[in-house]
């Protein structure tokens, strides 16, 4: 096993402690645009893309909520960049 030189251990502990950055308005309102489309593509998809479809729905409705959305609005969104059934077959 090799040896981290002291100085370097330094830095990579100092790197470690930062606070993650906080991402602005704007890139949580592009990605939330972003799974939406996403999750439409989904939506054409045969069956086997269930699980995609669930964590994409999950990404969604977290990124509204951190955006101050309503569920209702949430949801309506969802179901506007859906096939018929907004929650598609799970």
Known sequence: ?????????????????????????????ARYNQALEYYKELCFKPQETNQLKLSTYTEIKILGWVLGKPERVIIKDISEHSASNPMGIF
């Open 1 to 29: 096993m090799s040896e981290m030189p002291a100085n370097n251990l330094t830095e990579v502990v100092k790197e470690y402690k930062k606070p993650p950055r906080q991402r602005s308005p704007q890139e949580i309102t």
